[in-house]
C-alpha cells in the first residue's frame, strides 16, 4: 500500500516546494552515503541464511556468534551482488581488492570490529544521472558523481528496554554479517528534490538489478546526509528511515545553519554527527567526540582478485532509463507518467510486457489499451481494495482474454470495467471464460443497434437534464454534452458505443 | 599383549602425578572422556598415540581456556579441524595443556592457572622455565605423559619450548594445517606445531593434518600443495651433501657461553659432512620491531571479540561498558600487547608502524626468496643458481632460564630472545627445533628453516642431524 502512495505521488507540486525552500545567497551542498542490505541467500562470511524477521538469534553460525577460533569466508554470491551494482552505476571496478577491519565495541558488533573495505575498495568513481523522465524538476540532466563502493558487514541489532527499573538491551545477532555494499556520492547534490529523485532512483535501480528490496521502511536501505551550507563545515546527518525525513532533515538543516549565519554564529556550524527526531536535528557527536577507528586490513581474508574482462562478463537486465525510453516509443508509446509508474514497480512492469504481447502482438489488439487497463483500471482496482498490486489475483491471461473481447467489440469499455470489478470481487468467477461471463451477466454489446432504444434514452436523458440542455443550446457550456453522452451510457448499462449516443445527441442539440 | 586401553588408567594416573609436580595441563580427561578407537584402525597412522593438545585448540570434551580467566568456563560447542584429522587418524587425546594467555608469552608464565615447571633439569634447587607459549604442551612431553603434543607457534611458541625441554618442535610453513577451531593470537603468523620426542612421530602427525580445509581462508589450496610437491620433486641432491646456509645476522655473538659451546660443536660436526655456506639477509635487524608491531596489532584486534556479553568471564559490575570485564578478564602482558596493538594502529601512528612493518615482511620474504635453491611457489620467484637448501639457526640465546631470572626480565629482554625465531615465522617459513645436549645437560635447540612448503626437507634435515648428533 505505501508503495502504490508513492507511486502515485505526482511530481509537478515538487517544482513549487523547490522554489520555496532555497535561500538565495545560501548554497547547498550535500552528498549522500547509502548502505544497501544483498539480498543473498546466506550472509557475506558464514553460511547462515539471511532473514528478515525471524526468531531472535535464530539464524546466526558460530562466526556469526564470533566464537573463539571460527573464521570468515567470503560468499561469492554477495561479490557478484556488489559487483552488478558497480557496473550499472559505471564505476570501476578494482581487480584487486582488501578487507579490513574497523574496529569499535559495540554490543550488538560481536567481533568488536565490522570487516569492510576502508582501503581498496572493490569499487571507485562513477555516476548516476538524473534525467527529465525521473522527475519534472530536473533540467536537462544533472550528473551525481560516486566517490567508491565498498563491500561490508552489517551489525546486530540492540533493542533498548527496561526490567525492575533497570535499562538494558538486547541484542539480536540474526543481521549481524548480512552483506551490505556503502555507496558514497561526491557532494554533488542541490537542491532536496535532487536527493528525493536520486533516492528513488537508486532504490529502484538495485530492485532492477534484484540484489536489494530497496526498502527503507525495513531498514533494508540506510542512507545519511553530508549536509554544508556555503561551504561551511559539514554535518552528517543520520537515523534517516525514510524519505521524508531525509528530506525533511535536510530542510530543518538547512535552515538552522542560515539562521547561525544570519545572526553572525557562524563559528557554531561545527564539524558534527546530528540525528533526526522527527521534527528535528539533534547532536549525536562533535568531531572531538569521534572514535578512531583503528582500521587495519584484515590478516586473514584474502584480497578479492578479479580477472580484467570482470565488466564485460558481467550481466545485468536492462535498467530504467533504457525501459523508460523504451516504453516511451513504438510500440508501446507510453506517457512519461505511465511509463514512470511502471519502470517504478517491476512486478507491474513484467506484467504489461506480458500483456502487450498476448494482446497487442498475438492478437493485434489497439497498443494503447494494455497501457490503460494495466495502470489505470487494474491497479486503480487494486487501490480500491486496499490491496497491493498482486499479479496472480487477475491474471495475465485473463486481462488479455478481456482486452481482446473488447477490441473484437464483444464488449463496450464500460461494460468491462464492471466485469473487472467484478472479477476483483469475485475470483471464483476467474475460472470461467470472459465470454461466458460477458453472456450470463448480459453485458454483451448490442451487435444490432436498436435504433428505438436510443432514441428513447436520449429523450429521456434529455428530459432529466433539461437545466444543462438550456446551457448547451444557449453556447455556454458545450462540453456538457460529454456529460449527457454519460447519463445515456449509464441508462444502456454501457452496451451501447458512446460515440453513437455523442453523434445522435449533436443533431438533436443541434451543435 | 596389553591393549591400549587397559593401558589408560596407567597413562592418566601418570599425567595427574607429573601434572601435580609441573603444571602441564589445564584439564586430563577421565577414563569416560577417552573413546579408544576401534581395533580394526589399529593400521592407522596414530593408532594407539597419545596426544596432549595445547589449551588455545577448541576441543568439545573439555573447555578451551586459552589460559586466561576470560575463558576459564568456556567450552566450545565444536571442534577444530585438527582434532577431527587426529580421531580419525587414531591418536588419542588425554588432556589440554597449559599455555601463556592466548599465546602470548615466552615462558608459559602468563597463565591464569599458574606457570608451567620445566621437567627436563634434573636436581634442580629451583624450577625453570619450559619456554612459552606452548611451555605445557613441550613438558607433557618431556614428562613423558604424551607421545605427541599440539602446540602453536605465533613467533616461536613451538620452537622455544622444545629448545628448553629437549624435544622436537615443529612449526610447518603458514597454511598447511588448519587453524579452524584454532583461537587466533595474530592469524597471519599463527600456525598449528607438533612436540614430540620421535621426529619420525612428528612427520606422520604432520602427514594427518597436513590438509587443504575450506573453513579456514588461509589453508594452502590444493593447487600450491601439488606445485610444491612437483618443484620438490626437480631437486635431485641427496641428504649426503647439502648446502646448509649460515645465517650472518642471526650468529653466535649474541649466545650464551653454553649454548654458544654447543653451536660450535655442532657446526663442526655439520662441516665434517655438509657445505656449510654463509649467508646474508641484512633486513633480519627489524624482523624485531617488525614482529612485535604486526602481532599485538592482530592481537588487540582479535581480542576485541571478548566483551563478556555472548560467553567468557564478564563482571558483575560491567553495566555500562565492557571495560571492568576485560580489565578483570585479561593477564598483565595481554593488556600490554592489547595497548601495544591500538597503539601501532592508531590514526596517527599506522603508516609509521604498521605499514612499515608491512613493508619489512615483504622485503624480509623476498631476501629469503634470494638465498633457497627451491623457488617459492606462492610468489613464483625465481632461484639462485648456488642457493641453498635449508638454512640452519640457533633457537634461543640460552638454555632455559630459572622461573625467577624468567619472570624478573622486562618484556624488552623477554622479545629479545625470540630474535632467532621470529623471521620463520614472519616470512611462513617451515622450522623446526632439534633437540642437542649441553655438557650441563641442560637442552638446547637448533632449529633447521626451510623454504616455504619445504616441510618435508625440514623433517628430513631435522631427522639426519639428530643422527649426527648420536656419532
Known sequence: MVRCHRLFSTSSPLLKKKQELLIPGYKLKCGLEIHSQLDTKFKLFSLSKTSFQSTPNSKISYFDASLPGTQPLLNPEALLFALKAAKALNSTINTFSTFDRKHYFYGDQPLGYQITQHYQPYAQGGFLKLLPHDNESITGEKIINIEQIQIEQDTGKSIYTELENEAFSKIDLNRTNIPLIEMVTKPDFETPEEIRCFIKKYQNLVRHLGICTGDLETGAMRVDVNISVNNGHRVELKNLSTTSSVINAIKYEYKRQIKLIESGETSKVIQETRGWDGSKTVRLRTKEGALDYRYMPDPELPPIILENGINESLKLPKLPDELMIELKNAPYNLSNKDASILVNDLKLLNYYFQLFEETVIKNKVESKLPGNWVIHELLGGFTKLQIEFNPNLINVLKLSELLISINNEQITKSSAKLLLQHLMNNPGDLKRPILELIDDYDLGKESNVDQDLIGEIINQVLEEQSEIVELIKSGKRLNSVKFLVGQCMRLSQGKIKPNIFEDELKLKLGI | ?471
Open chain 2, 1 to 471: 599383549m596389553s591393549t591400549i586401553a587397559s593401558r589408560i588408567p596407567e597413562i592418566l594416573k601418570h599425567a595427574i602425578a607429573q601434572n601435580e609436580k609441573y603444571n602441564i595441563y589445564t584439564s586430563i580427561r577421565s577414563q569416560d572422556q577417552i573413546t579408544i578407537p576401534k581395533i580394526s584402525n589399529s593400521s592407522q597412522l596414530l593408532s594407539n598415540k597419545i596426544a596432549a593438545i595445547k589449551d588455545n585448540i577448541a576441543t568439545i570434551e573439555e573447555p578451551t581456556t586459552c589460559s586466561s580467566k576470560m575463558l576459564a568456563k568456556y567450552t566450545s560447542p565444536y571442534e577444530a579441524t585438527v582434532m577431527t584429522l587426529l580421531n580419525k587418524a587414531g591418536a588419542i587425546t588425554i588432556g589440554k595443556t597449559n599455555l601463556d594467555e592466548f599465546g602470548m608469552g615466552g615462558g608459559t608464565t602468563n597463565s591464569y592457572f599458574g606457570s608451567t615447571i620445566n621437567p627436563t633439569i634434573k636436581n634442580a634447587v629451583e624450577p625453570y622455565t619450559a619456554g612459552g607459549s606452548s611451555g605445557g604442551s613441550a613438558a607433557a612431553i618431556a614428562a613423558d605423559t604424551a607421545d605427541f603434543a599440539l602446540g602453536t607457534d605465533t613467533g616461536g611458541s613451538v620452537r622455544v619450548p622444545g629448545a628448553y625441554t629437549g624435544v622436537f618442535g615443529f612449526k610447518p610453513s603458514y597454511g598447511r594445517i588448519s587453524r579452524w577451531g584454532v583461537v587466533a593470537y595474530a592469524q597471519s603468523l599463527d600456525t598449528v606445531g607438533i612436540l614430540a620426542k620421535d621426529v619420525d612421530l612428528v612427520r606422520n602427525v604432520y602427514d594427518v593434518l597436513n590438509q587443504y580445509d575450506s573453513k579456514d581462508p588461509t589453508s594452502l589450496s590444493q593447487e600450491i600443495r601439488n606445485k610444491i610437491e612437483d618443484s620438490t620433486h626437480l631437486r635431485d641432491r641427496s641428504i649426503d651433501k647439502l648446502r646448509i646456509g649460515l645465517i650472518n645476522q642471526l650468529g653466535a655473538n649474541d649466545l650464551s657461553p653454553d649454548v654458544k659451546e654447543i653451536w660450535q660443536k655442532m657446526l663442526s660436526t655439520v662441516q665434517d659432512h655438509h657445505h656449510l655456506i654463509p649467508v646474508s639477509i641484512p633486513i633480519l635487524k627489524y624482523a624485531l620491531p617488525a614482529y612485535y608491531t604486526l602481532a599485538p596489532a592482530e592481537a588487540a584486534s582479535n581480542l576485541s571479540r571478548f566483551d563478556g556479553i555472548r560467553y567468557g568471564y564478564r563482571s558483575d559490575d560491567d553495566k555500562n561498558n565492557y571495560a571492568k570485564t576485560r580489565t578483570e578478564g585479561f593477564g598483565k602482558e595481554v593488556k600490554t600487547r592489547i595497548t601495544l596493538g591500538n597503539f601501532n594502529l592508531n590514526a596517527d601512528s599506522f603508516k609509521n608502524s604498521f605499514l612499515k612493518a608491512q613493508n619489512v615482511r615483504l622485503a624480509m620474504k623476498s631476501q629469503f626468496n634470494s638465498i633457497f635453491a627451491l623457488p617459492n611457489s606462492l610468489t613464483n620467484s625465481s632461484a639462485p643458481k648456488n642457493g641453498v637448501d635449508i638454512l640452519i639457526a640457533p633457537v634461543s640465546m640460552s638454555t632455559p632460564p630459572t622461573l625467577k631470572k624468567y619472570m624478573s626480565e622486562s618484556s624488552i629482554e623477554a622479545y629479545a630472545n625470540d630474535m632467532f625465531v621470529t623471521p620463520a615465522s614472519l616470512c611462513g617459513l617451515p622450522a623446526i627445533s632439534v633437540p642437542w645436549e649441553s655438557t650441563s645437560g641442560n637442552p638446547v635447540g637448533i632449529q633447521i628453516i626451510g623454504q616455504y612448503g619445504d616441510d618435508k626437507k625440514v623433517l628430513e634435515v631435522a631427522k639426519h642431524l639428530k643422527e649426527l648428533n648420536k656419532i
